[in-house]
């Protein structure tokens, strides 16, 4: 994809969007999006804030490394000057555009289901409901 491909692709899916030749803002239903494209280093983020998440919960991170593992796919979780995000990475060259859009969904899916199920998709990899 390039970067007029991405903004191709968010047409499809809101009525406006911030475009600063590479950096992205949006709103997606309730929720901030954010999209950087780096060409050069041949990769893409999108990502969301996580509201509410205390940071100084160990349970909690630990339950977020854990998702990132089990439960959130494509799209993980990550801190980011202070504020927990919701992620997803690719690399830039080989994205298409159900891949951005599932990795869009995948983001709003993990924001939507912190503190509850922790997944990006219906589906588990592995693990065990254990500790």
Not at 22 to 31: E, F, N, R, T, V
Not at 34 to 45: C, G, K, L
Not at 107 to 116: M, R
Request: aromatic fraction near 10%.
């Amino acid at each position: 994809m390039t970067n007029a491909d991405i903004n191709d692709a968010l047409r499809k899916l809101v009525d406006d969007f911030v475009d600063r030749d590479g950096l992205w803002s949006l709103q997606y239903g309730d929720l901030p999006i954010h999209i950087i494209s780096d060409p050069p280093v041949d990769r893409i983020r999108i990502f969301a804030p996580v509201s509410g998440a205390d940071l100084n919960d160990g349970e909690l991170l630990y339950r977020l490394l854990r998702a990132n593992f089990e439960t959130a796919l494509d799209a993980r979780y990550c801190i980011w000057r202070g504020t927990l995000f919701a992620a997803f990475m690719h690399p830039f060259a080989a994205l298409d555009e159900a891949t951005f859009i599932d990795g869009m969904e995948q983001v709003v899916t993990l924001v939507k289901t912190t503190g509850g199920t922790f997944s990006s998709t219906g589906l588990r990899f592995g693990g065990d409901s254990g500790h």
